[in-house]
């Protein structure tokens, strides 16, 4: 099999997680991605074939930006057709970015079976080119089955890999412990609202409270100067290698609402704080959290309504509500569909023409 999406760790790793279900049934797998550093990262120790090519986004351009995007994209789509003719799988999946158009189309066009995997309520615009010419879509939430072809998609849920399922099943997460994600890139908005909001409230802290905190490249020794100068213990990082320790080891999350993070909060089961990207694509990351709101597994809190103090407030009463935080956490479980995996990779084994 081949899979191909990247960019950021939400098209990335779903796509590593049926990769490992389909590598345990036996399979082979390709990764066919672009150079950004996240991809290099994270698919350095794993036991997959890598190839590069060339891509870019057009959506949000600039003309003459968008025109080179265009030509980076069609030089992405030979390159896939060189790499896809020697490697040869019996299935093409695609889990979204703007990498995955070259790479399906040329598997389109060759012959090789495709699937495409949709993580989000609202598919972004390389989805939903995509999701015309590919042989099955698999979709994270119900509702969003209207993008594509009724006839060919199927609700699957959002596949997590299996270091952070297992992480699951063996942690009860610490009461004082505070897990703070921006997304793989980093959430300045985020950040800053976080580490002052406690920063405003540090003698309020409950014992022995820490924030483990991912910031991207761009924020973190600011972020790790505010916790310092409040006398805060913290551990900031760029980018946090073993998330499956990282969310077993946490109380209570304050996150983004990327579609792969809200699938993972809610296979660990933890309450969440979640703080919807303002921008995202359609408003996708606002509907996303919306389905854990409803369900009382999260609080959604506008970033345009942020006010620093009030958010520390919050984090302090969840912290001190161990009663809420469990029941939060009863219902995040209820919407984790931890097999989903395993259920997208039947379905790439299934289109294998023997």
Same mark, same amino acid.
Request: glycine content about 12%.
């Given at each position: 099999?081949?899979?191909?999406?990247? %960019?950021? /760790?939400?098209?990335?790793?779903? @796509?590593?997680? =049926?990769?490992?279900?389909?590598? #345990? $049934?036996?399979? !082979?797998?390709?990764?066919?991605?672009?150079?950004?550093?996240?991809?290099?990262?994270?698919?350095?120790?794993?036991?997959?074939?890598?190839?590069?090519?060339?891509?870019?986004?057009?959506?949000?351009?600039?003309?003459?930006?968008?025109?080179?995007?265009?030509?980076?994209?069609?030089?992405?789509?030979?390159?896939?057709?060189?790499?896809?003719?020697?490697?040869?799988?019996?299935?093409?999946?695609?889990?979204?970015?703007?990498?995955?158009?070259?790479?399906?189309?040329?598997?389109?066009?060759?012959?090789?079976?495709?699937?495409?995997?949709?993580?989000?309520?609202?598919?972004?615009?390389?989805?939903?080119?995509?999701?015309?010419?590919?042989?099955?879509?698999?979709?994270?939430?119900?509702?969003?089955?209207?993008?594509? %072809?009724? /006839?060919?998609?199927?609700?699957? @849920?959002?596949? =997590?890999?299996?270091?952070?399922? #297992? $992480?699951?099943? !063996?942690?009860?997460?610490?009461?004082?412990?505070?897990?703070?994600?921006?997304?793989?890139?980093?959430?300045?908005?985020?950040?800053?609202?976080?580490?002052?909001?406690?920063?405003?409230?540090?003698?309020?802290?409950?014992?022995?409270?820490?924030?483990?905190?991912?910031?991207?490249?761009?924020?973190?020794?600011?972020?790790?100067?505010?916790?310092?100068?409040?006398?805060?213990?913290?551990?900031?990082?760029?980018?946090?290698?073993?998330?499956?320790?990282?969310?077993?080891?946490?109380?209570?999350?304050?996150?983004?609402?990327?579609?792969?993070?809200?699938?993972?909060?809610?296979?660990?089961?933890?309450?969440?704080?979640?703080?919807?990207?303002?921008?995202?694509?359609?408003?996708?990351?606002?509907?996303?959290?919306?389905?854990?709101?409803?369900?009382?597994?999260?609080?959604?809190?506008?970033?345009?309504?942020?006010?620093?103090?009030?958010?520390?407030?919050?984090?302090?009463?969840?912290?001190?509500?161990?009663?809420?935080?469990?029941?939060?956490?009863?219902?995040?479980?209820?919407?984790?569909?931890?097999?989903?995996?395993?259920?997208?990779?039947?379905?790439?084994?299934?289109?294998?023409?023997?």
């Amino acid at each position: 099999m081949v899979v191909s999406g990247g %960019g950021t /760790g939400g098209h990335l790793f779903p @796509g590593i997680a =049926v990769a490992e279900a389909f590598t #345990a $049934a036996g399979g !082979e797998v390709m990764f066919i991605g672009t150079e950004r550093m996240i991809e290099a990262r994270v698919l350095r120790n794993r036991p997959f074939v890598f190839a590069a090519i060339s891509a870019a986004g057009i959506k949000g351009r600039g003309a003459w930006t968008r025109i080179g995007a265009i030509f980076c994209l069609i030089r992405g789509f030979f390159q896939s057709l060189r790499i896809l003719r020697r490697f040869r799988p019996g299935v093409v999946m695609g889990t979204g970015g703007y990498v995955t158009v070259p790479v399906l189309l040329a598997a389109k066009i060759l012959g090789f079976a495709t699937l495409l995997h949709e993580q989000n309520s609202v598919p972004g615009l390389a989805n939903r080119f995509c999701g015309c010419f590919v042989s099955r879509v698999m979709v994270s939430l119900p509702g969003s089955e209207v993008w594509f %072809g009724r /006839g060919k998609t199927v609700i699957s @849920g959002n596949p =997590v890999r299996q270091t952070i399922i #297992a $992480a699951a099943a !063996e942690a009860e997460g610490a009461d004082t412990r505070l897990l703070v994600l921006g997304g793989s890139q980093g959430a300045h908005g985020v950040n800053a609202a976080v580490s002052h909001g406690l920063a405003a409230v540090r003698e309020d802290l409950p014992p022995g409270f820490i924030v483990v905190h991912q910031s991207g490249g761009e924020d973190r020794d600011e972020v790790e100067k505010v916790y310092q100068a409040a006398g805060i213990t913290a551990e900031v990082s760029a980018f946090i290698d073993d998330m499956a320790a990282a969310y077993g080891m946490a109380g209570l999350i304050v996150s983004r609402a990327g579609a792969t993070t809200l699938a993972e909060i809610c296979v660990v089961g933890r309450a969440a704080v979640l703080v919807p990207y303002p921008f995202a694509t359609d408003d996708h990351q606002n509907k996303n959290a919306d389905v854990l709101v409803a369900a009382g597994a999260a609080i959604k809190v506008k970033e345009s309504d942020i006010v620093p103090e009030e958010l520390g407030r919050t984090l302090i009463a969840l912290m001190n509500d161990s009663g809420r935080r469990k029941e939060m956490a009863v219902a995040a479980r209820g919407l984790a569909r931890p097999g989903a995996a395993a259920d997208i990779a039947a379905a790439c084994m299934a289109l294998v023409v023997p």
